[in-house]
């Protein structure tokens, strides 16, 4: 039973990094707007099917996904001005609803034109598998794992090292502070909205490599990328990351020792039993209040 | 200001006597159902179904609206109690040959249990999108029940439910079932009606508006949440009991994402909070899948606008723009 472990860490590594990478393009844009964008999945299902329209076209590969990344950041920064800006001091019921309303209506856009056919995204790589000593591993789960960790190193040099990370900061601490010294926090709302869609995209083009693209892998994506985040902390993107890889393993281990079963529930059960005994998460602060 | 009595007391009758509004919403209210008793004679066993769908989504939406809307807790749970309802009354009827009449009350106790299960969180402080998510998670996991428990439930295909009876009766056409329905919608509307007048109503508003001043005040917030969520449960759960008795076919799919948005719409369309619009909400909206049939995707494209039309432009619902029509229609369950 133990020869398995390696294998199991190594493949629940990589499905986890494709959690994390949900899980932060949400934390993106919940520190943002401090909205959790319940439609987030239908972004990710958009992102994906964006880039299987522009690569049907006939374009380049790399060409083809930074137009769906490019796309998808229009759109989360369209939706969020056009729709959600002006109900953002309303109640949280409707800025919830809000977003899943949204989601819900690009989910049923994308199966009037698909719902009847299974597609898949082609990859621009030949699927090849190395062994590691007694682990296999494929070229997709290496292809997941440097995308994930390249955006995330990305992500790291623009928080602290540019300009665009210091208005961030000045958001995140002071949204009231960062308007009166003349930033344009309405504008920042769109754009990280929008960059969390351009994220979930790119999450959402790296699933279509492993799964066949249908509309409703959003409900399987935000379901994990929730729990990812509950399990880090919300609102923390270490948090989401560390989250993504260790559901990730754990749905692995304990659908191996345990029961297949586990495959499937894990996910509910962390975000359940996560904010019933430990609100905070691994990183975050906490999100219960007693009355 | 010796003359305020004669002013505060205009008619002259006894304290007791019901301010005239009162006696006109009560008459409506009456009418309303009285009115619909001839409906199965002009109707057709299609159009029939429909307009049963319709009463079926009347207690769905009433329960769901007393959490979200009474209460204004981010609770997205509603269609587990809808889901184990259905499931509680078609399991007591295939498997234990139960008449369908003595399977409403246990649908409706299992939806309240499954209330009190789903408050679990609220009552720990869980609130706004973290609630949210939880309960998401929480009507998720059971879906996955149907779809695993198949022994009992039949798994992925649903079960078949025996053709339901009343007394001895079978309910063997619509317009038989509509009978049925009609007063158990009646029933819930009226008691939800009674609850949210009470003080549990009050306290419920209490808690919506601010929570922390509610406990400063004195009312047991821990108690009326627990009773909001059963009570939603309860109702809910009886909607699920019709809701098998009238397609006789339980399926997990019928309790998905999709079911949420769907009575998401009939809540906001109606109007957030209000009796009257869960009413109306259930009858506007529930009726649009049957013409959506043919054409997958359409239905959620449209709603999907619909709800963000609705926020954005009448954030209060119809139920909003009959207030403005007459003031028999002025919710006195909700305030802003």
Redesign the interface.
């Known amino acids: 039973m133990l020869a398995v472990l390696p294998q199991l860490l190594v493949s629940g590594v990589a499905t986890g990094m494709l959690y994390a990478l949900i899980a932060l393009s949400l934390t993106v844009g919940y520190r943002a707007t401090t909205v959790v964008n319940f439609g987030h999945g239908d972004m990710v299902m958009a992102g994906a099917y964006a880039a299987l329209v522009l690569v049907g076209w006939g374009l380049p590969y790399a060409p083809a996904l930074l137009l769906a990344l490019a796309g998808l950041f229009l759109l989360g920064a369209a939706t969020q001005r056009a729709l959600l800006q002006p109900i953002l001091a309303g109640p949280h019921l409707s800025l919830a609803m809000m977003a899943l309303a949204i989601g819900y209506a690009m989910r049923g856009a994308a199966r009037m034109e698909w719902g009847s056919e299974v597609v898949t995204l082609p990859r621009p790589y030949e699927q090849d598998a190395f062994m590691l000593g007694t682990v296999v591993l494929t070229m997709d789960e290496l292809v997941i794992a440097g995308v994930v960790l390249a955006l995330l190193a990305a992500l790291v040099v623009i928080i602290n090292l540019t300009p665009v990370g210091r208005l961030i900061q000045a958001v995140f601490q002071s949204q009231r502070g960062a308007a009166l010294v003349g930033l344009d926090v309405h504008s920042f709302h769109g754009a990280m909205w929008g960059a969390g869609a351009a994220l979930g995209a790119a999450g959402g083009i790296l699933l279509g490599l492993l799964v066949p693209l249908t509309p409703d892998i959003g409900v399987y994506t935000l379901i994990r990328g929730f729990a990812a985040m509950t399990l880090g902390g919300f609102g923390s993107p270490i948090g989401a990351v560390v989250g993504g890889v260790v559901l990730g393993v754990m749905e692995k281990l304990l659908g191996f020792y345990v029961s297949t079963v586990f495959i499937d529930i894990t996910a509910y059960l962390v975000t359940i039993l996560v904010l019933l005994i430990w609100p905070s998460g691994l990183f975050g602060r906490r999100a219960a209040v007693r009355v | 200001m010796t003359d305020a009595a004669p002013i505060a007391n205009p008619t002259g009758k006894s304290g007791r006597s019901k301010p005239p509004a009162a006696r006109q919403r009560r008459t409506l209210f009456w009418a309303v159902p009285l009115l619909l008793l001839p409906l199965p004679l002009f109707l057709d066993q299609y159009k029939q179904y429909v307009a049963n769908l319709i009463l079926v989504y009347v207690p769905v939406a009433v329960g769901f609206n007393i959490v979200?809307g009474n209460l204004?807790l981010?609770a997205f749970s509603n269609v587990a109690f809808f889901g184990i309802g259905a499931y509680a009354s078609g399991v007591l009827a295939l498997k234990l040959g139960w008449p369908w009449w003595t399977t409403i009350l246990p649908a409706g106790l299992m939806g309240a249990l499954a209330g009190c299960t789903a408050s679990?969180?609220a009552l720990?402080?869980?609130?706004?999108?973290?609630l949210?998510?939880?309960t998401?998670?929480?009507g998720?996991?059971l879906r996955?029940v149907y779809i695993?428990w198949v022994p009992v439930t039949g798994g992925s295909f649903g079960m078949s439910v025996p053709q339901p009876s009343v007394l001895g009766w079978t309910l063997s056409t619509e317009g038989q079932k509509f009978y049925v329905f009609l007063v158990l919608a009646v029933l819930a509307v009226v008691l939800t009606d009674r609850i949210l007048r009470s003080r549990f109503g009050r306290a419920f508003m209490a808690i919506k508006d601010n929570?922390?001043a509610a406990?400063a005040m004195g009312i047991p917030?821990d108690r009326y949440i627990l009773l909001a969520f059963a009570w939603s449960g309860f109702v809910v759960g009886i909607g699920g009991s019709m809701y098998a008795a009238l397609v006789g076919h339980v399926t997990p799919v019928a309790f998905d994402?999709t079911e949420l948005?769907l009575e998401?719409a009939v809540v906001?369309v109606g109007g957030?909070g209000s009796l009257v619009g869960s009413v109306v909400g259930a009858a506007v909206i529930t009726a649009a899948p049957e013409f959506f049939r043919g054409?997958?995707?359409?239905?959620?494209?449209?709603?999907?606008?619909l709800?963000?039309l609705v926020?954005?432009f009448l954030?209060r619902g119809l139920a909003s723009l009959l207030a403005r029509l007459h003031p028999i229609f002025v919710d006195r369950h909700y305030r802003d």
């Open positions: 979200i204004g981010l679990v969180p720990r402080g869980v609130r706004l999108f973290y949210a998510i939880m998401l998670a929480f998720e996991l996955w695993r929570e922390l406990a917030t994402l948005i998401f906001m957030l054409l997958p995707g359409a239905q959620e494209l449209l709603f999907g606008v709800i963000v926020i954005l954030p």
